[in-house]
């Protein structure tokens, strides 16, 4: 008579990736957040902000925050997904990102500290939601 041996469900990989997925939620709903506060203080149209003269890019503030308020809600709402670990909200939360750190390169003459800031927290979450492989997240 033998006897049969399984693995574990719970492996170190998948811990790893698993936490990896929550990184990624858990910075995605802060750059959701923070552009959120950007887009209101853009249509408000606060004095936080610093014009630059004779910048290439040139817009609209108003316009501009109804861009970022846009942007961060829709991070926050796929942030809820990647709790989940859904495959779409991995998807989803790479391009949101990438379009922040976009929006916020753009917008470097306004506030140049806080979106490099928006930046890096950006990039950091498509590291972490590009470094954890599907089969990681089976359950």
């Not at 170190?12 to 950007?38: N, P, Q, S």
Request: charged share 10%.
């Amino acid at each position: 008579m033998t006897a049969t041996h399984t693995r574990p469900a719970h492996t170190a990989k998948r811990e790893w990736a698993t936490g990896m997925t929550v990184f990624g939620a858990v910075m995605l709903f802060l750059v959701g957040l923070l552009d959120i506060f950007r887009g209101v203080m853009g249509i408000a149209e606060d004095d936080v902000f610093v014009t630059t003269p004779n910048y290439v890019f040139a817009y609209d503030l108003t316009g501009w925050g109804w861009i970022h308020l846009i942007i961060g809600a829709v991070a926050v709402i796929v942030s809820l997904g990647l709790f989940q670990a859904a495959t779409w909200a991995r998807v989803l939360g790479v391009g949101i990102a990438a379009l922040a750190i976009i929006t916020n390169f753009l917008s470097l003459p306004q506030y140049p500290v806080w979106s490099v800031v928006m930046i890096a927290i950006s990039s950091f979450v498509i590291w972490a939601l590009c470094t954890v492989r599907r089969d990681s997240l089976a359950r």
